[in-house]
């Protein structure tokens, strides 16, 4: 069985897409819904809120990573202190 090389691929861009956007926009007619409120400032306070929770649950979730990259190095000592203990008592 021969393997093929994995080549990496371009990120994807859809410039067709945004090309043909200001062209489809051009012929839909105007809106004419409900036009967005102003914040208030509940609204204010609720976006704030919203990013004080998103920075900590983002410096949790990099502790998390930290605390497993520890974990996991951790265990690959174990593993070879085990593995050098096994080769002395052979040794015996």
């Not at 400032?41 to 605390?67: H, K, N, V």
């Amino acid at each position: 069985m021969e393997l093929a090389p994995v080549r990496p691929q371009p990120p994807h861009h859809r410039t067709a897409h945004r090309a043909a956007a200001p062209a489809a926009a051009a012929k839909r007619p105007p809106r004419t819904g409900p036009r967005a409120e102003p914040a208030t400032p509940g609204d204010l306070d609720a976006i704030a809120q919203q990013r004080t929770f998103d920075a900590m649950a983002a410096a949790q979730a990099e502790q998390q990573r930290e605390m497993n990259a520890l974990r996991d190095l951790a265990m690959q000592q174990i593993k070879r202190d085990d593995q050098t203990m096994n080769e002395w008592i052979k040794l015996i």
